[in-house]
């Protein structure tokens, strides 16, 4: 089946600092990619839509500037979280698909402190 | 804006009882699915309903698409420890654009 994998699955940086992730569909080429934020306990809220070559559609709220999107290739999407703030920690999760799967990464946990 | 929301949000419930989780929106999907999560993993697609009135079933679970397409139930007959997890439900809005519901968290204790 497809396979999504995203890295790093945790990470812990200094506020202020930028952080890079990154989805990776490994057996497709996935033309869209999406990307979540989990905070605990609760569902996953879309922030933004990616397709390959072109530029991000992010959802109402999600600051652009703050969460640098980059769909570079058919098969690698990363979300970068610039200038990043205690209340960015969350569980980030993408989703890639072809067109026919729809298949999630395992996410990344990143706690800025 | 679209909102999926999902009741309960809690619950909590001895093996073997059965439960049902039910997603409703007041808008139309052409597909919803249902997904099951576990802590610190992504969620993971368990059925994918696309017609109206549609009922799958997968082992113990039956999801059920409402006929107008605004909503959803998941019932799980004898539950078990290992069904334990954070369900949702999520409806496509647009071309590959998904709405996760607001969450169903399911605990089965032994």
């Known amino acids: 089946g497809a396979v999504v994998s995203q890295h790093p699955s945790w990470v812990i940086c200094k506020s202020g600092t930028s952080v890079k992730i990154e989805c990776r569909s490994l057996?497709?080429?996935?033309?869209?990619m999406f990307w979540y934020r989990q905070f605990p306990k609760q569902s996953l809220m879309l922030m933004a839509t990616s397709n390959e070559g072109s530029k991000a559609t992010y959802e109402q709220g999600v600051e652009k500037d703050k969460f640098l999107i980059n769909h570079a290739s058919l098969t690698l999407s990363t979300l970068t979280v610039t200038s990043a703030h205690p209340e960015d920690s969350s569980f980030y999760i993408c989703?890639?698909?072809?067109?026919?799967?729809?298949?999630f990464g395992s996410g990344t946990r990143l706690t800025v402190v | 804006t679209q909102l999926l929301e999902q009741s309960p949000q809690f619950l909590s419930i001895q093996e073997g009882e059965n439960l049902t989780v039910y997603c409703n929106s007041s808008?139309?999907?052409?597909?919803l699915q249902w997904y099951r999560q576990e802590p610190g993993e992504g969620p993971v697609l368990l059925v994918t309903?696309?017609?109206?009135?549609e009922v799958k079933k997968l082992k113990r679970l039956t999801f059920q698409f409402g006929d107008a397409r605004k909503d959803s139930s998941l019932h799980i007959t004898a539950a078990q420890p290992g069904d334990t997890g954070l369900y949702l439900c999520?409806?496509?809005?647009?071309?590959?654009?998904?709405?996760f519901g607001t969450g169903t968290r399911l605990k089965v204790l032994a």
């Open positions: 057996d497709f080429q996935a033309t869209t």
């Open positions: 309903v696309v017609t109206g009135g």
């Open positions: 999520a409806g496509v809005a647009g071309t590959y654009k998904y709405i």
């Open positions: 989703s890639a698909t072809s067109g026919q799967d729809y298949t």
């Open positions: 808008s139309v999907f052409s597909s």
